[in-house]
């Protein structure tokens, strides 16, 4: 079974990456683009019988530093 | 506008960084992860008139490499 994880910087938490890549979006061209957050996206193919609570502690456990990243979880 | 880029290997290209999480995962317990692949998530702040193929030529010529990752874009 394929799982999708998204792991994200919390709102106000400093994002150098993702200011790196709208400076070079500019550089391009692409004047229009306010802002980009960057994150994680992660796929995993798990046992059918993985529950949702058991990829919530992945995620709280290895995947997301819940510190400064909230992380969501789709197709379980 | 809000807009997501989903960027993620090819299959067949190897994946160290997804390699490391499943092992790290199997240690903790989850011996139900048979396969982990990372890739990237982007949300892009743009402008209202942006298109769609603007935001595929940021990732042609930006956000992803297309030699070896594919790219998927949604909410535009």
């Known amino acids: 079974m394929k799982v999708e994880v998204f792991v994200t910087l919390k709102p106000g938490v ?3 990456q993702g200011r790196a890549i709208t400076q070079a979006l500019h ?6 683009v306010e802002d980009v ?4 996206y992660l796929t ?3 046992a059918d019988n993985t529950t949702e609570a058991q990829v919530r502690d992945m995620c709280q456990q290895l ?3 819940t510190v ?3 992380f969501r979880i789709s197709g379980i």
């Open 14 to 16: 400093l994002d150098p």
């Open 27 to 32: 550089g391009l061209g692409f004047a229009g």
């Open 37 to 40: 957050r960057a994150g994680r």
């Open 44 to 46: 995993l193919d798990v």
């Open 63 to 65: 995947l997301a530093n």
């Open 68 to 70: 400064i990243e909230n």
